[in-house]
């Protein structure tokens, strides 16, 4: 259970290693941190799960995925300013006893998510 994030880099066929990723929990307009971290070789957080089982709570939640700087760190030439900077994904945990499993798929020039498993 719990809630985890993966990101995949569409471009190298490659987790996105090194990306930097900001967790917060969202009330209207209100964002509040919770964890800023960077993925390790596998796309993921180094630290395992971003809530574990006790901790997540039912609510609203931003995860925030740095693509332009990981990309310009892979030697991609990108525009300035780049199509995607900043990705944000703004979801919802409705059931905190389901796990949520947050994946990203990303290009400096398009991205996709769902919820996995």
Known sequence: MGLSTHVLDTV??????????TLYETHG?????????????DGRN??????????LKTGTYRLAFEVAAYFRARGVALPDPPF???????????????????????????????RGS
């Open 84 to 114: 995607l900077d900043v990705v944000h994904i703004d979801f919802g945990v409705a059931h905190a006893d389901q796990h949520y499993h947050v994946p990203l798929l990303c290009s400096p020039w398009s991205y996709s998510t769902y």
């Open 12 to 21: 190298h066929g490659t987790p996105a290693a090194g990306m930097r990723v």
């Open 46 to 55: 180094p630290d395992g799960p971003l809530y574990d089982d006790a901790s």
């Open 29 to 41: 307009d209100v964002a509040t941190l919770v964890r800023r971290f960077t993925l390790n070789a």
